[in-house]
């Protein structure tokens, strides 16, 4: 590899933003200008913790439009969102604002709840760290894969790649765009097929490693290759190294 991986992990912080909605009007508009840091914070925080056995509407949103306006039917919209059709935060956005727009101007667009009950728009402001493990090559990854807390995989595969601003990429993580720079990239299609919102980050880990088990025995092949292709030994050698390439 031409340079290592360096696993990072991030500690989040939340803070209140000072906004604050007591009507789907409100909730629409002070949506429709909040930070992207506040839009994360409401949707993807129960990702991060992966608590399958939580609430139904595993959005902040959703769960405040049917807890504290009884709009369950736009609640249901609003949580039927699937976070895996989004590359980008403003796409989510865009969704969410358009599952409010059909009630613009009924009564209940105004209708405000009582006092104490008004959503408070949060960020997530997050520290990002050195996990201390780092890679020179696939054997290392993998143990480093191995032993890293989730929250390392968390960030490499949803957070750092939802908060990207840039030029659309091949490759979608950080794990899958460093091992195709390595030259693995049938490996790196595959981990970009991964679903990383399936169900929680043990079990995510648990099916990175199953990939790279396979490709394991090929990247020590790989490194084997790079040692005797400069003088292989007698000729069966050279003919095995042959195949290997799909010379012959």
Not at 45 to 62: I, Q
Not at 154 to 174: K, N
């Given at each position: 590899?031409?340079?290592?991986?360096?696993?990072?992990?991030?500690?989040?912080?939340?803070?209140?933003?000072?906004?604050?909605?007591?009507?789907l009007?409100?909730?629409?508009l002070?949506?429709?200008?909040?930070?992207?840091?506040?839009?994360?914070?409401?949707?993807?925080?129960?990702?991060?913790?992966?608590?399958?056995?939580?609430p139904?509407h595993?959005?902040?949103?959703?769960?405040w439009?049917?807890?504290?306006?009884?709009?369950?039917?736009?609640?249901?919209?609003?949580?039927?969102?699937?976070?895996?059709?989004?590359?980008?935060?403003?796409?989510?956005?865009?969704?969410?604002?358009?599952?409010m727009?059909?009630?613009?101007g009924?009564?209940?667009?105004?209708?405000?709840?009582?006092?104490?009950?008004?959503?408070?728009?949060?960020?997530?402001?997050?520290?990002?760290?050195?996990?201390?493990?780092?890679a020179?090559?696939?054997?290392?990854?993998?143990?480093?894969?191995?032993?890293?807390?989730?929250?390392?995989?968390?960030?490499?595969?949803?957070?750092?790649?939802?908060?990207?601003h840039g030029?659309?990429?091949?490759?979608?993580?950080?794990?899958?765009?460093?091992?195709?720079d390595?030259?693995?990239?049938?490996?790196?299609?595959?981990?970009?097929?991964?679903?990383p919102?399936?169900?929680?980050?043990?079990?995510?880990?648990?099916?990175?490693?199953?990939?790279?088990?396979?490709?394991?025995f090929?990247?020590?092949?790989?490194?084997?290759?790079?040692?005797?292709?400069?003088?292989?030994?007698g000729?069966?050698?050279?003919?095995?190294?042959?195949?290997?390439?799909?010379?012959?």
């Amino acid at each position: 590899m031409d340079h290592p991986f360096i696993f990072m992990t991030s500690v989040e912080s939340t803070q209140l933003t000072g906004h604050k909605a007591a009507s789907l009007m409100e909730l629409y508009l002070y949506l429709k200008e909040a930070e992207g840091s506040s839009l994360y914070h409401h949707t993807h925080r129960f990702y991060r913790s992966h608590s399958f056995l939580g609430p139904a509407h595993r959005s902040d949103f959703a769960l405040w439009v049917a807890g504290n306006l009884k709009e369950e039917a736009l609640a249901e919209r609003m949580a039927a969102l699937d976070l895996r059709d989004y590359r980008t935060l403003e796409e989510l956005r865009a969704s969410l604002l358009a599952c409010m727009e059909p009630l613009m101007g009924e009564e209940r667009w105004t209708r405000r709840v009582p006092p104490g009950l008004e959503f408070h728009f949060c960020k997530a402001v997050s520290l990002v760290l050195p996990s201390g493990y780092q890679a020179h090559n696939l054997e290392e990854f993998v143990f480093a894969l191995e032993r890293v807390d989730v929250s390392c995989i968390y960030y490499h595969l949803i957070e750092a790649p939802l908060h990207y601003h840039g030029p659309e990429r091949t490759y979608a993580t950080d794990f899958s765009r460093w091992l195709a720079d390595g030259g693995f990239v049938d490996l790196a299609r595959a981990l970009d097929g991964i679903d990383p919102y399936q169900d929680d980050l043990e079990a995510l880990r648990g099916r990175l490693l199953a990939l790279f088990q396979k490709n394991r025995f090929k990247a020590v092949a790989q490194r084997v290759l790079e040692r005797v292709a400069p003088n292989p030994s007698g000729e069966p050698a050279a003919a095995w190294l042959r195949r290997w390439r799909k010379e012959d």
